[in-house]
């Protein structure tokens, strides 16, 4: 079985610039999560799908961060502009439904200078 | 909302030796207590979980002990390996579909051969 994939791994950008992150979750997991990672700390969960729904966006920085997930499946999450604060690894977990275990992905690793 | 804590932040045990890892929760309608192993570079891997309705779960060398009443949770690894050296991180969650995973900031294991 196929894990989660996401891409870039690495990415370095500048400040007040744009960035993309790209997940595709396990197949028939219908649940999609966005976490950030900052060095040193445990995975804060930033937005969870269930399907092509949002279930919870409560700790995502709205005025410049954006995710989606068309038709249910991938997801790209979005920083527009990115801050300094913003460097961090952005993983991306699925899962079968909610509240069943979660699969992670290998992560994106974000500098911004 | 849901605040974790793990103790300590670092562990270094001998090759075969035990190693405890504890953490701590303060919402009390918790009842789901997973416990993840991150190698560099990598997402975390969920390695063992306990719901609230079970005292202890074990799994091979590794096992999870529930107190309810006290609010913490220890992860328990027998016989360790050097291949048991990464990061591990405690969780909990409640019911629900709103509910997440609150994580702990992470023990760094080593395991000197």
């Known amino acids: 079985e196929a894990g989660v994939a996401q891409s870039p791994r690495y990415k370095i950008i500048e400040k007040r610039q744009s960035v993309a992150f790209w997940c595709n979750p396990i197949?028939?997991?219908?649940?999609l999560y966005w976490y950030q990672q900052i060095l040193g700390q445990g995975p804060k969960l930033l937005i969870q799908?269930?399907?092509?729904?949002?279930?919870?966006d409560s700790q995502l920085p709205k005025d410049r961060f954006s995710a989606e997930r068309l038709k249910g499946v991938d997801s790209t999450l979005k920083i527009q502009p990115a801050k300094l604060e913003d460097s961090a690894v952005y993983l991306c977990?699925?899962?079968?439904?909610?509240?069943?275990?979660?699969?992670f992905g290998p992560g994106t690793r974000l500098t911004v200078l | 909302g849901e605040n974790v804590e793990q103790h300590p932040s670092t562990l270094s045990v001998q090759e075969g030796d035990s190693a405890v890892i504890k953490c701590t929760y303060s919402d009390s309608a918790s009842n789901y207590f997973p416990w993840y192993k991150q190698e560099l570079g990598k997402g975390p891997q969920l390695i063992i979980d306990?719901?609230?309705?079970?005292g202890e779960k074990k799994d091979q060398r590794i096992a999870v002990t529930l107190n309810k009443t006290a609010k913490h949770f220890s992860l328990h690894i027998t016989e360790t390996q050097p291949e048991d050296s990464a990061v591990y991180f405690c969780?909990?969650?409640?019911?629900?579909?709103?509910?997440?995973?609150?994580f702990g900031k992470g023990i760094t294991l080593s395991v000197r051969p």
């Open positions: 306990i719901r609230s309705n079970v």
């Open positions: 799908f269930q399907n092509n729904g949002v279930v919870d």
């Open positions: 977990a699925s899962s079968l439904d909610f509240l069943r275990e979660q699969f």
């Open positions: 969780a909990a969650s409640a019911a629900g579909a709103n509910s997440k995973l609150t």
């Open positions: 197949s028939g997991h219908a649940t």
